[in-house]
């Protein structure tokens, strides 16, 4: 499992390797690439795709919730329980797609789907709309990217110095805390789209409070109607940390070790874009595990086009970046994670030198 890459614009990590390369073969912009994408077809609506997708997910949710109240009180519902993670981001994944507006062509239609899923796994999609929109504005912008303000964590070495107390610990050894603290990814999510709420940053204020508040009551309801309280307790638990390393596991090799920026550094979209996400190889099981995710330089480059439309999008933006000297990143699944604990690693070495000489502030 090897990166591949096209042309040399720089490292896996730092600044540095965003600035864009200075050479005669530089000279295409995105606007070229959006016309060979557009004429093959690939930017048009898959409803049918998009049919079958959502139909298959509500039915195999509609199945485990049947199996949760058949099986009823019992310790196998820990394995209900893994399922339901699995599930909670498959659905998850179909609300990203609604905000990114792939499954149709209007604002309202995509919203009534976003609203729907994001109801069922319990978080803000009004909170989610506008965080991850401006990541794809500014990925791996180190002021910018909301997704590198994560304060337990520390992905360049500014943030790295700024850690205080026991987040520089965690920071510290980060590489080996990071898969298990994404066990606390899922109620993190939960606790920032109720805190996004309460406050009313979000704009459907009252339909999100509405669907937070029915989610909330019906999955406690639920579970502690059907189990004894170990078991409530235990199921809960399983449910919302593995799906809280299943979601971290989806986007974390997207751009995590890849290369960040500042203003002054920033290139221009085509290359912003291209040169700060990596794409995972691998086939239809990768594609279904990832939702799409695994195709990050292509889905950054044209965020609402169909996740079904990103595997042919793929060999077309590679081939247009070999010819025009753009560095494009690739690599296996175990790769990617190898790479971001490398990065995380790397980031906290000054953190770990500090603690060798005494210096525990």
Not at 198 to 218: D, I, N, Q, S
Request: charged share 15%; aromatic share 12%; net charge positive.
């Amino acid at each position: 499992m090897t990166t591949s890459r096209t042309a040399s614009a720089g490292p896996s990590g730092g600044t540095a390797g965003l600035s864009p390369p200075h050479s005669a073969l530089d000279v295409a912009g995105f606007p070229d690439l959006q016309r060979i994408v557009a004429g093959a077809g690939l930017l048009g609506r898959r409803r049918g795709y998009y049919g079958v997708k959502v139909g298959l997910t509500l039915l195999a949710f509609a199945g485990g919730c049947a199996a949760f109240v058949l099986l009823g009180d019992s310790w196998w519902q820990l394995f209900t329980a893994a399922f339901f993670a699995v599930m909670s981001t498959q659905l998850a994944f179909v609300g990203h797609d609604a905000g990114h507006r792939q499954i149709f062509r209007t604002r309202q239609a995509n919203n009534a789907v976003g609203y729907a899923h994001a109801g069922l796994v319990g978080i803000s999609f009004g909170w989610w709309i506008d965080k991850h929109n401006r990541h794809h504005t500014s990925p791996n912008h180190e002021q910018d990217d909301p997704d590198l303000d994560i304060p337990m964590l520390a992905f360049t070495t500014t943030q790295s110095r700024d850690r205080k107390w026991f987040v520089r610990f965690t920071a510290r050894y980060q590489a080996f805390l990071f898969f298990p603290l994404l066990l606390l990814e899922g109620l993190n999510l939960h606790w920032a789209s109720a805190t996004a709420v309460w406050r009313g940053t979000v704009k459907a204020r009252r339909l999100e409070a509405a669907l937070l508040l029915l989610h909330t009551a019906g999955y406690l309801t639920a579970v502690f109607l059907v189990l004894s309280p170990p078991v409530a307790v235990l199921f809960i638990a399983v449910h919302q940390g593995l799906w809280g390393v299943y979601m971290g596991c989806s986007f974390a090799p997207g751009h995590k070790g890849m290369p960040t920026y500042t203003d002054g550094t920033a290139p221009d979209f085509l290359r912003r874009q291209v040169l700060s996400s990596r794409n995972v190889r691998g086939g239809p099981m990768v594609d279904f595990a990832l939702g799409g995710l695994n195709y990050q330089v292509e889905h950054h480059l044209f965020p609402s086009m169909p996740r079904a439309n990103l595997r042919a999008a793929q060999r077309l933006v590679r081939q247009f970046c070999s010819q025009h000297g753009i560095e494009y990143t690739q690599c296996g699944l175990l790769r990617s994670y190898g790479h971001v604990l490398q990065h995380l690693h790397r980031v906290g070495a000054p953190l770990r030198v500090r603690t060798a000489r005494g210096d525990l502030t």
